[in-house]
């Protein structure tokens, strides 16, 4: 059973840099497509990006100037970084499988989430 | 982006009922479609992917249909299990989009 977990700092500073970790347990990194999605307080799901195990990467263009998304499967993790933070940026991050070797690629498995708040 | 669109907002069910929510892209995406569950503190869970194929382990009280633009996810004989909020989400373009949830209460 693959399981996703989410780790990282709680409480970030406007206008520095969200660092976020995702490590995989269950199952290989190799073939697919890792991903970031993010829920701020009382608001619905934000797909941040993903990125393929290849070394290709596709942001949300609402995020793109800011975000960046890395693997390291020789550790099986997921990583985030989202520079020059907002509290617009407070939300639930999770972490997410998107898995092209089911039709359509959905994201098949997730973490519980982490929240960070932006404030000083 | 592609906008997709829940209804309702928000249902209220009993235990056994029966449910029907829907979902609406602003384009055809075919089948580019997928649902989830979502409980609070928990992570997401993947329910129907390709707008109707049944994820594994998934009870067959869950089911999806639609094409083009016009979805739908139903839930017979509602379970205590069941009451969470439901999202779905178009995998036909990048970004890749989400309904605003429909919260299916007791």
């Known amino acids: 059973q693959v399981q996703l977990q989410e780790s990282g700092p709680g409480l970030v500073k406007p206008s520095g840099t969200l660092s976020l970790t995702c490590t995989v347990s269950g199952g290989s990194m190799s073939g697919h497509y890792w991903s970031w999605i993010r829920q701020p307080p009382g608001k619905g799901l934000e797909w941040i990006g993903y990125f393929h195990y290849s070394g290709s990467a596709n942001y949300n263009p609402s995020l793109k100037s800011r975000v960046s998304i890395s693997i390291d499967t020789s550790k099986n993790q997921l990583s985030l970084k989202l520079t020059s933070a907002t509290a617009a940026d407070t939300a639930v991050y999770h972490c997410a499988r998107r898995n092209c070797y089911k039709t359509r690629c959905p994201l098949d498995y997730w973490g519980q989430g982490t929240l960070v708040n932006v404030s000083s | ?106």
Request: with cysteine.
């Open chain 2, 1 to 106: 982006d592609i906008q997709m669109t829940q209804s309702p907002s928000s249902l209220s069910a009993s235990e056994g009922d029966r449910v029907n929510i829907t979902c609406r892209a602003s384009q055809n995406i075919a089948n580019y479609l997928n649902w989830y569950q979502k409980k609070p503190g928990n992570a997401p869970k993947l329910l129907i992917y390709g707008a109707s194929n049944l994820q594994s382990g998934v009870p067959s009280r869950f089911s999806g249909r639609g094409s083009g633009t016009d979805f739908s996810l139903t839930i017979t004989s509602l379970q205590p299990e069941d009451f969470a909020t439901y999202y779905c989400q178009q995998s036909y373009s990048t970004p890749i989009t989400f309904g605003q949830g429909t919260r299916l209460e007791i």
